[in-house]
């Protein structure tokens, strides 16, 4: 990774050579995304029309908690449904994402979410006495839900275009459809083109998957169904979540912090390197105010991986984080009552700015110079009844602003929720099931 950023940047030195590595990328993606979308149309065929019998078998497959609960909501909704057979195949969450930190092969994802003892529902633990991984196949599962859309973190075995060629993958992104960043939509390509059912929580979401895929949706392979965002019922039914994040000794003015978890600007890029020392500072300095810092839990294990940052650095942050008498570094799964039980967000792009717009409470957006998302009307929105910082100086001066009781955008706030919430990110759930039950019906055909 680093070697790859190195080269990058000396390719960049000279404009010609680098004009010419971008045009001969461009056309590597292009011929790239024929012959994937030519595979993808095969695959898709088989799931067209087949026998099938009720009940309908659905996998979700989790691997990272804090996604899960996003997508948590539309599980809850079919699970007591009699239509539906659930199974919850759980991933190690250090598969993907943290091979740097491992210690252990244990399966804490599987552990988690055994401990739920959720009746009527299989939950396989995927890797198997830890030497090979279970076949969802043998399931017979008409639709597969992820909870992500990036293969590379999965086994093969449980990458979209394996599993399409027996099942229709659903998604429903957990972003609350802030960006149409052509970056961060490349991430995951590989994975939206064998989306059987793409739950859309916008119109523009909606088109942009139907343009970037148009020859599989002419074809009736596939369907965005506009929803609405599930993570939004889950987060309003964790209002009053009481947690101990915020046992703080006295009752000060509360600001947690989000910095995102890397530097690539294709998918919003990081202040933590920019502010953490002045943040650090500002925690010393100021104990009138509570901190919570809660950093996405990639952060830490990238930067250490690519280099920007060492693990003594690291180390030292996290010490004086858990030794500061009015700060915390949060790491727990569950984030609602963080969130709710704060005054004020401090962060970078992440898809906690949807989430926390619902709570009324004003955000600090990081802007990044760097950061090429092309935002979406409901996230400039957002934005515009909010406040964003372009320095650590502008961060406080609105802090200030705001512990003083003088938040200037309420009203507009409040107006721009009800524009933008409304009803159908309350039955989005509702919609979800409604278009399995009617998508059953349509695409098996019965003995």
Not at 104 to 118: E, P, Q, R
Not at 182 to 198: A, M, N, P, V, Y
Not at 359 to 372: D, F, L, Q, R, V
Request: proline residues 2%.
């Amino acid at each position: 990774m680093i070697l790859l950023r190195n080269i990058k940047g000396e390719l960049k030195k000279n404009k010609w050579i680098y004009k010419f590595y971008t045009i001969l990328k461009q056309r590597y993606c292009g011929v790239r995304n024929i012959i994937l979308n030519k595979y993808a149309i095969r695959v898709l065929e088989k799931q067209k029309k087949i026998h099938y019998k009720a009940p309908v078998k659905i996998v979700f497959i989790l691997q990272d908690l804090n996604v899960w609960d996003k997508t948590k909501p539309i599980f809850e909704e079919i699970r007591e449904d009699t239509n539906f057979s659930i199974m919850l195949l759980c991933v190690p969450s250090w598969y993907g994402d943290d091979k740097v930190r491992r210690t252990s092969l244990k399966n804490d994802t599987f552990d988690l979410i055994n401990a739920c003892s959720y009746q009527g529902v299989k939950v396989i633990d995927s890797y198997i006495d830890g030497k090979s991984w279970y076949n969802v196949k043998s399931f017979n599962p008409l639709y597969v839900f992820y909870t992500r859309p990036y293969d590379e973190y999965l086994p093969q075995l449980y990458r979209s275009y394996v599993v399409s060629s027996y099942s229709c993958v659903c998604y429903t992104s957990y972003i609350g459809g802030l960006t149409l960043s052509h970056d961060f939509f490349c991430l995951s390509s590989d994975f939206r083109r064998f989306c059987g059912i793409f739950f859309a929580t916008s119109n523009e979401e909606a088109d942009n998957q139907k343009h970037e895929f148009s020859e599989i949706f002419n074809r009736n392979l596939a369907k965005t169904v506009v929803v609405g965002c599930p993570a939004f019922a889950n987060f309003f039914r964790k209002k009053d979540l009481v947690t101990e994040v915020w046992s703080f000794s006295k009752n000060n003015f509360r600001v947690v912090w989000t910095p995102r978890w890397t530097l690539d600007p294709g998918v919003g890029g990081t202040n933590f390197l920019r502010y953490k020392k002045q943040f650090v500072e500002l925690i010393k300095s100021r104990t009138d105010i509570d901190f919570v810092v809660r950093p996405h839990q990639l952060m830490f294990g990238n930067l250490i991986n690519i280099g920007a940052i060492k693990e003594e650095e690291v180390c030292s942050f996290q010490s004086f984080l858990n030794n500061a008498t009015n700060a915390l570094l949060d790491e727990n799964k569950n984030y609602e009552g963080t969130l709710w039980g704060s005054d004020v967000l401090v962060t970078d792009y992440s898809s906690l700015i949807s989430l926390y717009f619902l709570t009324g409470k004003p955000i600090i957006y990081c802007s990044s110079e760097k950061s090429t998302l092309t935002e979406t009307k409901v996230f400039k929105r957002i934005l515009e009844v909010n406040y964003t910082a372009n320095s650590f100086e502008e961060i406080v001066e609105i802090i200030n602003l705001l512990k003083g009781g003088k938040d200037q955008k309420r009203n507009e706030r409040i107006k721009a929720q009800e524009e933008i919430i409304g009803k159908d990110y309350i039955d989005s759930v509702k919609k979800v099931k409604a278009e399995l039950l009617k998508d059953f019906r349509e695409r098996c055909i019965f003995d």
